[in-house]
């Protein structure tokens, strides 16, 4: 017999992931309404949209246990908990920001919410997550770290080498390949002779799983899994299959794609699919859905307004957060040229 309680909460969960989704997605198309307006910090963003399953995996992790992103994470780091107006004041170069405007959306951290640095370099924050495993073994501290990446990651040696460490050391750790079939404009199987990926880390000896990152809760199903295994001291792989709505940055109007091809990758939508689960379960109706994604968009809105009115870093602040604070402070050229000829 079904325990109730237990029943009532998978169905709060179930909400919540959805809920989480779509503040995902709301916060995404502001980010791009940031990049039009001309108000972001450099001229590269990538956006998640399409790639929301991904809440599945978020919902496995548990409190204090750390991860790292790649240069499209801006979901992943909402998902565990950040806050979407330093987010947004970030990826705006504001002072507010997390990293003090300095980071841009590509290079986002906060390490009291576990998050050990995004990464502009494909792969590169990947074996991060293998250092932060040795420590959390070593203290027997229950957590797990986890590296999530996309698939234009498989082709780097970075990644092969922190499996392999992981795998020989057994350490609490999880590699999470969200597969959004495209490396900037070349598709996977173009890039790759073999796109099993499971296969790949199951050879280096990790604990492997596929999921359709369109369904969420078949997600959360196979990451609860692998993160249990990781805790135990088998550490894992997880392949979420995606589809990226739009092109590799902002800017990338995806002319490699053709529009059947996108239309067919657009109904994997992983809200879309949530929120029909949610009506034909009867967990929740569409007033409901529609009240929440209302909401959702509202709470963004308020957020871009924050953060795009928060002041600028001074330029005083340029080597701050850059050297150890008890190295002297970079001299201006002119000074040091004023002063040699003054000398």
Known sequence: MNNPSSTAARNTAALDRYRTMRRIRSFEERVGELFLRGESAGSMLHLSIGEEGVVGVTDAMAQGDSFTTHHRGHGVFLARGADPVRMLAEIAGREDGYCRGKGGSMHIADRALGHLGANAIVGGGIP???????????????????????DGAMQQGILYEAMNMAALWRLPVVFCCI?????????????????????????????????????????????????????????????????????????DKSPYRTAEEEAEGRRRDPLARARDRLIAEGLADAVDLDRLDAEAGAEMDRALAQATGAPLPPLASMFEDVYDPTTPAPEPLRHRLARILNA
Do not use: C, K, W
């Open 179 to 251: 597969n959004n079939q495209y490396g900037m404009g070349t598709r996977i199987d173009r890039a790759a002779a073999s796109v099993d990926f499971v296969a790949r880390a199951e050879a280096f000896g990790l604990a492997g799983v596929s999921a359709d990152g369109a369904d969420v809760e078949a997600v959360y199903a196979a990451a609860q899994d692998v993160f249990a295994g990781a805790r135990a001291g088998r550490p894992g792989f997880i392949e979420v299959s995606a589809y990226r709505f739009h092109g590799h940055a902002r800017m």
């Open 128 to 150: 991060h997550v293998v250092g932060a495993g040795l420590s959390y073994r070593n203290q027997a501290s229950g957590q797990v770290s986890a590296a999530f990446f996309g």
